[in-house]
């Protein structure tokens, strides 16, 4: 990753070199980025027209986004892709840990068996994963309740894939903390939901989107913090961010990932602009 410590001459032109990199110029035969995290309403959507427009919405269902894409868009959602059927963590996830240290590494979390999906409560959910993650005698693996929270909208993400090749062809998956880190050069130093966390985050943005205060408030004016926190708005900034990188520029975890079951990658993406 890159460092960026100070208002440096290099440090400029570093920043305007990734911008350049990452498509901030006009570019009429471009593709839409999206950048997509989850929210109290549903889905908040960061969305980069190839002009380098701004727009944001909210959805109940990724599908509605997936109807409305051109195919040639890339949608990148903040939510596991390719889920694991045993007792083995996905490589992407100790990886991400190890990259982004202590104590942004306990964002990170291990992400259920496909089984759990099927779960109607968090015992049962704590059931299905202890017996397919036990190795041998051995107990398994629980489900944390952050996990379980977003059981539904992880099995919204798989359906949709799984029965809609468009949409197979669009989304990919990223962890907001990863992309802010290689955006800046290093880890966020604070927790995205206290108000220097919130800033920091909002910092690193800046570098590329002037305009990004612009877009939160309009966003926090408009939707109540009810339906979207601003947290979700940061995060999915970062995933459109991201979208906007040419592809052979695009970084993933782990370098070569595996699929699972159904044929879905279990990788995270991240920007290679460090």
């Not at 036990?134 to 629980?142: M, V």
Request: glycine share 8%; with cysteine.
């Amino acid at each position: 990753m890159a460092s960026y410590e100070t208002d440096s001459g290099a440090q400029i032109a570093a920043i305007k070199a990734s911008k350049e990199r990452l498509g901030f110029q006009h570019r009429p035969d471009g593709f839409t980025a999206y950048g997509v995290d989850g929210c109290p309403a549903g889905w908040f959507v960061v969305v980069v027209r190839p002009t380098g427009k701004l727009e944001s919405r909210v959805l109940t269902a990724l599908g509605d986004l997936v109807s409305v894409a051109d195919e040639s868009a890339r949608i990148f959602v903040d939510m596991p892709i390719g889920l694991p059927d045993g007792s083995e963590e996905r490589e992407c996830e100790p990886q991400a840990r190890q990259r982004l240290c202590q104590p942004r590494a306990r964002s990170v979390f291990r992400v259920p068996v496909r089984e759990v999906l099927t779960a109607t409560s968090f015992n049962e959910a704590g059931e299905i994963s202890r017996k397919q993650t036990a190795i041998g005698a051995g107990r398994g693996k629980g489900v944390t309740k952050q996990s379980f929270a977003i059981v539904p909208k992880i099995r919204e993400v798989d359906e949709l894939l799984r029965g809609c090749p468009k949409a197979r062809g669009m989304f990919r998956e990223v962890h907001p903390e990863l992309c802010f880190a290689e955006l800046a050069g290093h880890p966020m130093k604070h927790s995205k939901r206290k108000k220097a966390g919130r800033e920091e985050r909002c910092a690193v943005l800046r570098r590329y989107w002037g305009d990004i205060d612009e877009l939160i408030h309009a966003v926090l004016e408009r939707e109540q913090r009810r339906r979207v926190a601003h947290d979700d708005i940061l995060d999915a900034a970062a995933a459109a961010l991201t979208a906007c990188q040419p592809e052979n520029l695009l970084r993933t975890l782990p370098p070569n990932p595996t699929k699972d079951i159904h044929g879905l990658p279990m990788e995270m993406v991240y920007p290679g602009v460090g």
